[in-house]
């Protein structure tokens, strides 16, 4: 260790020795505990820490050196700006590597349901946006969960109808996967008794036959395709909000699922100079190859602020939602085993065509049948590659398309050497787990269970792990993930879930830094600090690599860094 940090400081002393022909730095960061990054222990090997430091020196938005204090000021010249860090913990800034950054505006523009205790809330907070509606005008809202009240009780329509009276309206679930409409909704998308379930979905009915309100996963788009669509002015409201929240809780990058629409607006802002996040955006897999190929190239992949990045494909729904595909029934829902979202052949050629054309996919699988979909797609694409083009570059090597399965909570236990062979990375979101604990083994049973949000058994398989919050499914703090993932315990710490799964904090750190810079190509330039690399970081109010984990839930941003830009600064 003596001797890596003595290499740190050799490296500081020799640009100062150079100084003629080295540009000097625009800013410096003194006086911090600074946490230079880590790698993951994968193997069963324990995670790569880097050596600490105490001073930052960038210029044009990149890190120069990192060293110690004394050693960087000798970097400065007149026009330098100094930052005193006062001591504080920094860390390279969070890599949310999966979130829905439009939603999480919309749902602050709309009826916010997140933490609604009860149905009774659920509707007294609806009834509340209604008084303002204007005639006619839709009232939606976002972030139900009735998992979290103590009747669970999926809303119906007539629940609906008691608070919305003329307006058409619908409120979707928290996970996504469904939505529960009014009677007045229902009647201008002509839904009816006799409505069938459009492929991968499914319409709630009563014991009569007739709409109940729930629409499931595709059944969703019967209502949703009613609303007009927000204007450019909501739109970027909305961006704004997100993007506020995004910089409160330490993201400098984001790995984003929302529409093309959005995207333009983070154009806009980028524009602007108001773009505070750098964004990878995601493009739907289902759509045709050719408009995936003009979006690609619309917008340059050289942006390191903004660009679009992996093709998003759903194999299934959520557990709570009972949608997700399993490989045998719910153990509480014995005629139920989810809802896929293809016919493999189908989603096999899809995927060898969109990784022919060169492009990374990312599969949402939260089953394990979803999971084994997914794989079983890759490995379908990567033949289909070798074969056409034996020197083409293979998928399974570090710079080939790095595929994706997201979510990945239930496995098969023969599938984790799946993910070793096809090198697939496991891009997960701990904080499910602070929700999903409370009700999964009833789902899914116990011996289904021992391999869910199964973070330790990837990393023993060598599977990369890239860490994000799924926002606003979840909240967009890092901090519950990393809490999550080295206690797997509930918030109190009352409750445990299947303890060997969980991880180590420097494994979980590097999870939402390298690993999921990795995920998007970028492990040159993010995660780490170090020279060369962007001047990406956050400070704290706490060590989180040495405090109690009960203690990263308290955990505080004090200031987040994108480019050597402050963007947030607690006050």
């Known amino acids: 260790m003596k001797i890596a940090v003595a290499i740190l400081l050799l490296t500081a002393m020799n640009l100062h020795a150079q100084h003629s022909k080295v540009e000097p730095p625009d800013q410096i960061f003194i006086n911090g505990n600074i946490y230079t990054g880590a790698e993951e222990g994968l193997g069963g090997a ?7 430091a105490q001073a930052i020196a960038a210029r044009n938005g990149r890190i120069m050196a990192v060293g110690a204090s004394d050693d960087i000021r000798k ?3 007149p026009h330098t700006r100094v930052i005193d860090l006062g001591g504080h913990f920094v860390m390279p800034g969070f890599n949310d590597a999966h979130l829905h950054l439009a939603s999480g505006g919309f749902e602050k523009l709309n009826v916010e349901l997140s933490g609604a205790k009860s149905l009774d809330e659920m509707k007294a907070r609806i009834a509340e946006r209604v008084k303002t509606a204007a005639p006619g005008e839709w009232v939606v809202g976002r972030g139900w969960d009735d998992t979290k009240w103590s009747v669970q009780k999926i809303p119906t329509r007539s629940d609906m109808d008691a608070v919305t009276g003329d307006h058409p309206a619908f409120f979707v679930r928290t ?8 009677s007045a909704a229902l009647r201008i998308a002509v839904i009816t008794k006799h409505t069938p379930d459009p492929p991968g979905g499914r319409i709630d009915r009563d014991a009569e036959g007739e709409p109940a309100g729930g629409m499931r996963e595709t059944a969703q788009n019967l209502v949703r395709s009613k609303v007009p669509p927000p204007t450019p002015a909501q739109r970027r409201r909305g961006a704004e909000l997100a993007l506020q929240e995004a910089a409160r809780y330490g993201l400098t990058s984001a790995q984003d699922n929302s529409q093309w629409e959005d995207f333009l607006t983070y154009v806009e802002l980028e524009k602007a100079g108001k773009l505070t996040l750098r964004i990878s955006e995601w493009l739907p897999f ?18 390191p ?20 595909a399993m490989l045998a029934p719910y153990t509480d829902e014995p005629a139920n085993s989810g809802l896929p979202q293809f016919e493999q052949a189908a989603l096999n050629q899809m995927a060898a065509e969109r990784a022919a054309a060169g492009f990374q996919m990312g599969f949402h699988a939260i089953g394990d049948r979803g999971v084994a979909m997914a794989l079983e797609a890759f490995a379908a694409a990567e033949r289909y590659v070798e074969g056409k083009n034996p020197k083409a570059p293979q998928l399974k090597q570090p710079g080939g398309f790095r595929l994706r399965i997201e979510h990945a909570q239930v496995v098969a236990p023969e599938d984790f050497a799946r993910f070793r062979q096809l090198q697939v990375i496991a891009s997960m979101q701990p904080n499910h787990l602070l929700t999903d604990m409370n009700w999964a083994v009833a789902r899914i049973g116990a011996e289904r269970a021992k391999h869910s949000y199964a973070w330790a058994e990837f990393l023993k398989n060598s599977v990369v792990l890239a860490f994000g919050t799924d926002y606003p499914v979840e909240p967009i703090t890092p901090f519950r993930g990393l809490y999550a993932a080295v206690t797997r315990k509930n918030e109190a710490g009352t409750k445990e879930y299947f303890p060997e799964q969980k991880i180590s904090i420097d494994q979980a ?41 009960a203690e990263i839930l308290q955990t505080k941003v004090l200031r987040t860094v994108v480019g050597g830009k402050t963007v947030y600064g607690a006050k």
């Open 46 to 52: 324990p995670a790569k820490v880097y050596p600490r």
């Open 75 to 77: 970097l400065k010249s």
């Open 175 to 182: 996970d996504g996967h469904m939505l529960v409409a009014n």
């Open 286 to 303: 289902p759509q045709p190859l050719n408009m995936l190929e003009r979006q690609r190239v619309f917008h340059s992949p050289r942006d």
């Open 305 to 324: 602020m903004l660009h679009t990045g992996m093709l998003k494909g759903f194999m299934d729904g959520s557990i709570g939602s009972h949608t997700a």
């Open 509 to 549: 750190i590097a999870a939402y830094t390298t690993g999921a810079a990795y995920a998007e190509f970028a492990e040159s330039e993010k995660g780490r600090l170090a020279a060369g690399f962007l001047a990406d970081f956050v400070v704290l109010d706490r060590d989180i690599a040495k405090v109690a984990p």
